[in-house]
């Protein structure tokens, strides 16, 4: 049916004016969606609102022996191993934990916000990886969804960790 | 007639004749344009009331074919996209566009306007009978005429050419949120994504990548642009794509 002058509701006007907020993606932050389904942070949130509450998407290239996280600093990036690979290196140098391409390292501080607890160095003259950080101020009824999803992904991933160390220490005291 | 009294009908434009035509131009132009002076009136209040930002980067006139391409297809793959405010808002914009159409045509009937204009106001001899408060000799009715034609002419496309541009600025608005809800909803649908990711030449890498561009693209991929019909609209649709992320 034609009709002259439509008549939109005050929540169908808001839900219009929402779908038009113009805000071009950078090359960043387009990177980020491509890959997001393989941050399990991210795991049931949709790519519109992955781009709400990522803040600062960029890219970093580094060389073997570049320090990325210095343990003790307080920094919020969470990075993403796009290609190369990275180590975890205590006060020693004692390398403790390599991270490869597909895998994430420094979202712990999201939740904590300690300072970082461990050193890591790229391990590899070809390490590019993709930083973002969560923008907290974001944080509020208006994303609550995937604000609860973001801790949910979070919480399960701390769970897994805790279960494998229980089984490490298990296997460890037979 | 002596020449004392002789009629002043010189290109004088501001003078007391020029304006007398010109206002029995503008009388009938506006209940001519009556139908558009309403739907823009109550569209520009409504966008300009409700905080949407007027539109400049595209023009949706020249790319209704891919709005309604683009409508149908994502119907068609998942009907539970095109909920009940994006099935209004699209027959709203459908009739703006035709709406639009129709008002276009009324420029290439200016000189059936121009009649209507005379027959309304009891041809040129009761005109001229009116503006000069005596009646005009054959020569003079002529003179009129011609006088009369082109100040109407011009009255006519100044108004033409406004309307045309205010209408453009509404349906480019609504068109623009349109799009962008549309594409919103359809990014959140499996199917959706499934449909356009799997085109492998799409080269879709995240959803992101989802709008109107992908029809443009895929219609400039169909056809030679070495023998197209309308090469401008054609030169258009290049640049467009451009614009559009």
């Known amino acids: ?174 | 007639m002596d020449s004392e009294d002789s009629i002043e009908l010189d290109s004088e434009e501001y003078s007391p004749v020029y304006f007398e035509l010109s206002e029995l131009s503008l009388n009938f132009l506006e209940d001519f344009f009556k139908n558009e002076i309403e739907v823009l009136v109550f569209n520009t209040n409504f966008l300009q009331n409700n905080g949407f930002q007027y539109q400049k980067d595209i023009d949706f006139t020249q790319l209704y074919r891919f709005l309604k391409v683009e409508y149908n297809t994502i119907y068609s793959i998942d009907p539970k996209v095109t909920d009940a405010l994006i099935e209004k808002f699209y027959r709203d914009i459908e009739y703006l566009f035709r709406f639009y159409t129709k008002f276009k045509e009324k420029r290439s009937n200016i000189n059936s306007v121009y009649s209507n204009f005379l027959n309304k106001n009891g041809g040129v001899a009761s005109i001229g009978q009116k503006i000069f408060k005596k009646d005009l000799d054959n020569k003079e009715i002529e003179e009129l005429d011609d006088i009369l034609k082109s100040e109407f002419e011009s009255s006519f496309l100044k108004e033409y050419e406004e309307i045309k541009s205010e209408l453009k600025r509404v349906i480019n608005t609504k068109s623009y949120y349109f799009d962008a809800l549309l594409w919103k909803e359809a990014r959140k649908s499996r199917s959706i994504n499934d449909f356009f990711k799997q085109l492998v030449r799409l080269n879709i890498k995240s959803s992101s990548d989802l709008n109107i561009k992908l029809f443009i693209v895929q219609y400039l991929n169909s056809v030679d642009l070495n023998h197209v019909k309308n090469p401008k609209w054609h030169d258009y649709l290049q640049k467009v794509i451009k614009v559009i992320d």
Do not use: W
């Open chain 1, 1 to 174: 049916m034609i009709v002259k002058n439509t008549i939109y509701t005050e929540n169908e006007i808001a839900r219009i004016l929402e779908a038009g907020e113009r805000r071009k993606l950078t090359a960043s932050e387009k990177k980020l969606l491509e890959i997001y389904d393989k941050i399990y942070l991210f795991d049931g949130i949709g790519e519109e609102d992955i781009i709400k509450i990522v803040k600062n998407v960029s890219f970093k290239k580094v060389k073997k022996g570049d320090v990325i996280l210095q343990e003790g600093e307080k920094s919020p990036e969470i990075y993403f191993i796009l290609t190369g690979k990275v180590v975890v290196v205590t006060e020693k140098n004692k390398i403790v934990a390599t991270i490869g391409s597909g895998y994430m390292f420094g979202e712990m501080t999201f939740v904590t916000k300690h300072s970082r607890s461990a050193t890591i160095l790229s391990y590899d003259d070809r390490t590019v990886l993709l930083s973002f950080e969560i923008d907290e101020d974001k944080c509020s009824e208006v994303y609550a969804f995937p604000f609860v999803k973001l801790y949910q992904n979070i919480a399960l991933d701390l769970a897994r960790k805790i279960e494998k160390t229980n089984k490490k220490i298990k296997a460890g005291n037979r």
